[in-house]
């Protein structure tokens, strides 16, 4: 057995007058009003459906009366979805828009959510690799062709630790290194970009130098090569 009673909604709403917002509201929106008991549960009848349905499915809309949606939530997202289908650029445009407009928190969640989960990415990673051999190759080729630089220091990092003499050497020290010798080979005086300044070991890896900034001395190519393993300081501050 089921009680219904209707009780109209009316009175002031930002200070106008029912009957003065009425007109205002016609033609914009159905103005819902009705709130609808059944068995001392608030709910409206939608007008889409022409269901009733408790209020806590409808959306809340400030601009409506008694501060619900017309159209329960079902039809409001059975219409949602038909305007997407229709609009797919504009959903996509909006998408972009908004993914422009929240760019920093969003790569700001991401390194927290990644950072949270290393051990999680680092094992994704893992298994894609070993999942996708071709493409991971092509990606490192490509990498390694951008960067000869980083490639090299890679490299020369590789060797010294195989060979156990121990030491770090950063990017950023060899950039620090080239920059207090003004970018010149300390061997023939050329400058960058004349010549490309490269890494040599004052004393070898190969005779247990270190590769670590106190041991390392910009030198051009070839006069890289031409001191062969011959430990050389050619800084003019070290004696
Ligand atoms: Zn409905
Ligand atoms: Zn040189």
Not at 68 to 94: G, H
Not at 99 to 124: C, G, I, M, S, V
Request: hydrophobic share 25%.
């Amino acid at each position: 057995m089921t009680s219904c009673n209707i009780e109209l909604v009316t009175g002031s709403h930002n200070n106008l007058q029912f009957s003065e917002l009425l007109p205002l509201l016609q033609g914009y929106r159905q103005p819902s009003m009705a709130i609808v008991y059944q068995d001392g549960e608030p709910g409206k009848l939608c007008t889409r459906c022409g269901e009733w349905r408790p209020v806590a499915r409808y959306p809340r809309r400030s601009i409506s009366l008694d501060g619900y949606d017309s159209i329960c939530r079902e039809c409001r997202n059975v219409a949602s979805q038909a305007w997407r289908a229709k609009n797919k650029e504009r959903v996509q445009e909006l998408n972009r828009e908004y993914y422009e407009a929240n760019r920093d928190e969003r790569l700001e969640y991401h390194r927290t959510y990644r950072n949270a989960n290393k051990e999680y990415f680092a094992e994704q990673m893992r298994k894609f690799r070993q999942n996708n051999p071709e493409y991971h190759a092509r990606v490192m080729r490509e990498w390694s062709q951008r960067h000869p630089d980083k490639v090299r220091e890679r490299d020369r990092a590789r060797r010294a630790r195989k060979l156990g003499n121990g030491g770090t050497f950063t990017h950023q020290e060899w950039e620090a290194i080239k920059q207090r010798y003004n970018y010149i080979c300390l061997r023939c005086g050329r400058r960058e970009p004349d010549i490309k300044l490269t890494v040599d070991h004052i004393m070898p890896l190969i005779k247990g130098g270190r590769h670590s900034a106190e041991n390392i001395q910009p030198l051009c190519k070839s006069c890289n090569s031409a001191k062969h393993d011959d430990a050389i300081d050619y800084r003019p501050d070290h004696v």
